[in-house]
């Protein structure tokens, strides 16, 4: 690529407005956004000129205008545009490259803004409302963002109305920001250290799980309750969406949803149960309800000589074609073994083997056995909410010993 003819159109235009041109300062903005920022050099170009003349007060009309002026929800990826609206969110930078990140909304919707550190713009503050001009609009794995670059101008506003945030069913969700109401139905086990909370979120059209890490001020959701969550970054991962709370404006209501139970039914032989299943122990350190090794070790409260006993199984079902991973809680553990909690906890308690005692029973009970299991698939694993066994009828398994070549007695 050849710079320096592009350095000569916009000292030409320049000029011709009777005003001298800096070559060697035009080819260093270039530079910085072409090889820096990595944008197209007949973006860069326009930029570049529109800077220049600016300072210099010179009129260009639509030859290097900072973009057009849209609504959130109306922008389109490598587009170069100028929305006006008020920053609902920020975050704390991910690297030294970047001075600020966030969420700026309109009345139409809201999208994720990166401010590069050499962007040099005014301090941005939250719940205050501004103007962009001439931002890069960016998409990686189906998200909108704004990238802020030196190009750009951002002006403070003076603006205090109130936004009112669009509602987006759970259903209709897609990469980037979103708004939701919802009920939280579920609370998982975290698996990270730095994640305070995670579950299952639904409302009249469908479930999504949610995250929320640790951060100063963010608080955990209560199963059963309702909320409004405003602004919540949407991530998708081989199809599936997720919000990330921490951007997340939170406030819960009075009220009901009801949730779209999104049941998922799978039957097949339970060829599999994994390690980690029967009688098991949690943590009761608040906040957390992980599972404790055998010498009562949580990954993040270290000993802990309390813990409460639960039930599980983990597995797979196999239906001959393919295998679903299934996390049966408690209640569906007793009854499909008969061993409730207490029974299970007085056998581990007076038997040499102990929580294994509880897992070789269970494990002779139901492994191999044909069940129909009823729940919600998440994260290519089905959470168990219902489970019967069932058995081949007498004609289907004959029609079965024919195609094989046996014989039926």
Not at 90 to 95: D, I
Not at 380 to 399: D, G, K, M, Q, W
Request: charged share 25%.
């Amino acid at each position: 690529m050849d710079i320096s003819q592009i350095v000569d159109r916009i000292s030409q235009k320049i000029e011709s407005k009777g005003h001298a041109a800096d070559k060697a300062k035009i080819e260093q903005k270039l530079r910085r956004l072409i090889e820096e920022f990595g944008v197209q050099p007949a973006d860069a170009e326009r930029t570049v000129l529109y800077d220049i003349a600016r300072d210099y007060g010179i009129q260009l009309g639509g030859a290097a205008g900072p973009g057009d002026q849209k609504q959130i929800n109306s922008v389109s990826p490598e587009e170069w545009v100028t929305i006006e609206g008020k920053v609902v969110a920020l975050g704390s930078s991910p690297s030294p490259s970047i001075a600020y990140s966030g969420i700026i909304a309109d009345a139409s919707g809201a999208i994720r803004f990166v401010v590069w550190s050499k962007a040099s713009v005014p301090e941005i503050k939250k719940d205050s409302w501004y103007r962009f001009e001439s931002a890069v609009v960016d998409e990686f794995k189906g998200a909108l963002s704004l990238k802020v670059h030196s190009g750009t101008t951002v002006k403070e506003l003076e603006g205090d109305g109130v936004i009112i945030p669009v509602i987006t069913p759970i259903a209709e969700l897609a990469a980037g920001v979103a708004s939701v109401r919802a009920k939280m139905i579920q609370e998982w086990d975290v698996t990270h250290d730095r994640m305070l909370q995670s579950g299952l979120l639904g409302d009249e059209t469908g479930t999504v799980k949610f995250v929320t890490w640790k951060e100063e001020g963010k608080e955990r959701l209560t199963p059963g309750m309702v909320y409004n969550i405003y602004y919540a970054l949407v991530d998708e991962f081989n199809g599936r969406h997720s919000l990330n709370m921490n951007t997340a404006n939170i406030v819960a209501e009075e009220g009901d949803i009801a949730v779209s139970s999104g049941a998922t039914t799978f039957q097949g032989a339970l060829v599999h149960i994994a390690p980690g299943s029967g009688l098991i122990k949690r943590c009761t350190a608040e906040g957390c309800n992980r599972v404790l090794s055998r010498q009562n070790y949580c990954p993040v409260h270290e000993m802990q000589p309390k813990f409460n006993y639960d039930l599980r199984i983990k597995g797979w079902l196999d239906d001959g074609i393919r295998t679903e991973e299934v996390l049966v809680q408690r209640e569906v553990v007793e009854s499909l073994t008969g061993m409730t909690l207490e029974v299970s906890k007085e056998l581990a308690e007076n038997n040499p083997l102990g929580m294994d005692e509880v897992f070789l029973r269970m494990r002779e009970k139901i492994l191999g056995r044909y069940l129909r299991c009823e729940g919600r698939e998440i994260d290519r694993r089905l959470i168990v909410n219902s489970c019967e066994s069932i058995h081949f009828e007498p004609t289907l398994l004959a029609e079965l010993l024919n195609r094989t070549g046996g014989e039926v007695s």
